[in-house]
């Protein structure tokens, strides 16, 4: 809240940071700024880069502004960074503190591609991996429910039922094709090609690239929420 740091706020323990998936070198790299400016642009550093760059003469003499926007924006950089063991340590570690069935390690690894760009922290891992982890279909924006009721929607959705049954093997480049083959059909292009399909697998507008999305669902459930879809609306 760019409020002035003290022990009354919130979070203040390094282990409450931790605990929510702020990485070490994050919180090094976030702290090492609240009392000292390089003199530089420079708000990335290393530790090695800390030590060398580090000099007590410019140190604030004012008290340090808290801003947890900028913390969220420097340790999402360092998600990004981690190497792909440790990225998959990292957000399977939250995957199972949300409750989710981890059973599939090869699921879990597609979902952790697919969401790893997308979070600030450990706590959107909940709500970002959500969709893949859903038994039942689950439309949880207004927005979503208005795409769903179009006509172009409904054409959209059973014509994709109708071209997947057709497919032996549902992944990404044969989901492509299908979507191409469903706009040359329909002439629906676009969003109202694209969006009725999203929301009808996750419930909502945005998210992981749906090829992704397709990638990792499971073809039974495909079709089921897609039925979901329909009859929810009709």
């Known amino acids: 809240d760019r409020s002035k740091l003290s022990k009354r706020q919130g979070d203040v323990a390094v282990e409450d940071f931790l605990e929510k998936g ?9 702290v090492a700024l609240l009392g000292w400016n390089p003199g530089t642009d420079q708000e990335i550093f290393s530790i090695d880069e800390l ?20 913390l969220n924006w420097m340790n999402r ?3 990004r960074q981690l190497s792909p063991a440790r990225r998959n340590s990292y957000i399977g570690s939250f995957l199972d503190k949300a409750g989710f069935d981890t059973s599939d390690p ?11 760009q997308r979070i600030s922290n450990g ?45 032996d093997d549902l992944n990404i480049n044969t989901f ?17 090609l694209w969006m009725p399909v999203r929301v009808a697998l996750t419930g909502v507008t945005h998210g992981p690239d749906l090829p992704l999305v397709i990638d990792i669902l499971d ?7 897609i039925n979901q879809a329909l009859t929810s609306v009709s």
């Open 22 to 30: 702020y990485l070490p070198e994050a919180l090094n790299n976030f």
């Open 51 to 70: 030590i060398t760059t580090f000099s007590l003469e410019r140190v604030h003499k004012s008290g340090a502004v808290f801003d947890l926007p900028k």
């Open 77 to 79: 950089l360092y998600i």
């Open 106 to 116: 090869i699921k879990n690894q597609k979902v952790v591609e697919a969401i790893y």
């Open 123 to 167: 706590t959107d891992v909940k709500q970002e991996a959500s969709i893949f982890y859903l038994d039942k279909l689950e439309i949880r924006e207004p927005e979503a429910r208005e795409i769903l009721k179009k006509s172009s929607a409904r054409r959209v959705l059973e014509t994709f039922l109708s071209k997947t049954d057709e497919v």
């Open 176 to 192: 492509q094709n299908v979507m191409k083959e469903i706009q040359a059909e329909t002439g629906i292009r676009k969003q109202e």
């Open 219 to 225: 073809r039974n459930k495909i079709r089921s929420f």
